[in-house]
């Protein structure tokens, strides 16, 4: 067995830089705004038309000239939304007007409903009139040449009412990363199976499968091998004729059967094989021509913790999103905490708002065994190495999984 690690201990920074600058998206494809929810747009959408294209009423009431004061006018026609008029409206006539109405010419106002009383053709005006009262100019919402969606934007469904909009119905997006899982191991079982002695329930291949599609990718390709060089690397090959990002969890630590990191080394170029972080020290980044390998660490937390942390923002970019960072905020904490002494350690926590502030609560005992830390917990606390217990109140970075709990 080996005692020191032939990779050099690198910071989360340089870390996530290493897998940053190799990870790139493909060509983009045209799809039908209808299939693009959810993907990422990869050029910018601009709007070719003024909206509204004319000045529209914006309640239910009567086209009229402005005018001062009350008075009674002639009502000479109607318009619904979707139909136009070419009769004119004089300073002694009105037109009855639906929301969505376009203006008919003359008008210069609309007034409401409810400020009228009409009666044998003739509609008594209670209001004055100002100009342009009531109406939607013409370009309020959308003016010709506008920037609509920047590239780089997930398409949610207000971008897809947009692109309906302006009628933008072929739209370029960058197609999901296909992932492939494996999982390591000679302890694991199925999910269904009963563990003999000495095993366990294989969780990470289904956690991390979720995980890749949370963060938009698909999942082509998922498999569970033994500890034994040639059938990881029969599995490995499989995979990454399937996929283009392959996540492997366990067998990157130090034990004899640990037989992940000289795999991919083999097969690839290895750029880190360890980093100053916890928990997931042995995490591995390696490129096999133009695919990404990541070996995370089989315990079910660290593994979890390094894909939120590092194959994540990976997947993001190689999406294109033009953000692939959570968001971090400085939360206080509301007990005293102890820190790792010599690593980055990234603590499972819960944080919610208390009046104006944010205040985090990690999730109990911070074991890379025990899963239970991250349920229900929606920030990573940012915990500098150090000697000294940070006491209450003290204020630490946080990396926001979901959104804060209300007060
Ligand atoms: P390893 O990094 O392969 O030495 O794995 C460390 C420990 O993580 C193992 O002893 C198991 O307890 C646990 N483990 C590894 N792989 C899995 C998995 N797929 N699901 C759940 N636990 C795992
Ligand atoms: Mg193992």
């Given at each position: 067995m080996q005692t020191s690690s032939p990779y050099p201990m690198i910071t989360v920074q340089a870390a996530l830089a290493a897998i940053l600058e190799r990870a790139h998206p493909p060509a983009p494809v045209e799809v039908d705004f209808r299939q693009a929810q959810g993907l990422v747009l990869a050029s910018d959408v601009v709007s070719h038309?003024?909206?509204?294209?004319g000045a529209r009423s914006a309640v239910d009431g009567y086209a009229v000239t402005a005018q001062p004061g009350p008075r009674t006018l002639r009502v000479v026609g109607e318009l619904t939304a979707g139909h136009v008029s070419s009769e004119h409206v004089e300073p002694d006539t009105a037109m009855r007007i639906m929301t969505g109405g376009l203006l008919p010419p003359g008008a210069e106002a609309v007034v409401m409903v409810e400020d009228t009383r009409e009666r044998d053709g003739l509609v008594e005006v209670e209001k004055p009139a100002r100009p342009g009262e009531n109406v939607h100019p013409p370009g309020q919402d959308l003016v010709r040449g506008q920037l609509v969606l920047r590239a780089g934007a997930r398409l949610g469904p207000a971008e897809i009412g947009i692109l309906a909009t302006v009628g933008q119905t072929r739209v370029p997006v960058y197609p999901r990363p296909r992932v492939a899982v494996l999982a390591t191991g000679d302890e694991l079982v199925e999910p269904e199976q009963e563990p003999p002695p000495g095993c366990l329930r294989d969780s990470n291949r289904f956690a991390l499968m979720a995980a890749a599609r949370e963060a938009?990718?698909?999942?082509v390709w998922h498999g569970h091998g033994r500890d034994e060089r040639a059938a990881l690397e029969r599995l490995v090959r499989e995979a990454l004729d399937a996929a283009d990002v392959l996540i492997t969890s366990g067998g990157?630590?130090?034990?004899?059967?640990?037989?992940i990191k000289p795999l991919l080394a083999d097969l690839g170029e290895v750029h880190f094989g360890r980093i100053a972080f916890k928990p997931g020290k042995p995490l591995t980044f390696v490129t096999i021509g133009q695919k990404l390998a990541f070996g995370l660490p089989g315990y079910p937390v660290s593994s979890l913790v390094t894909f939120e942390v590092f194959v994540r923002p990976a997947l993001l970019e190689l999406q294109g999103l033009s953000v692939v960072q959570r968001p971090r905020v400085t939360v206080e904490l509301e007990h005293d905490l102890r820190p790792d002494r010599i690593r980055l350690e990234y603590q499972r926590a819960v944080v919610r708002w208390q009046a104006d502030r944010l205040v985090a609560a990690p999730?109990?005992?911070?074991?890379?065994?025990?899963?239970?830390?991250?349920?229900?917990?929606?920030a990573l606390l940012e915990i500098q190495p150090g000697e000294e217990t940070l006491p209450a109140g003290s204020r630490v970075p946080a990396l926001l999984t979901g959104p804060p709990e209300a007060g």
């Open positions: 038309e003024d909206l509204p294209p938009g990718a698909e999942v990157v630590s130090m034990g004899t059967r640990d037989l999730t109990g005992v911070q074991s890379s065994s025990r899963l239970m830390s991250m349920i229900g917990a929606n």
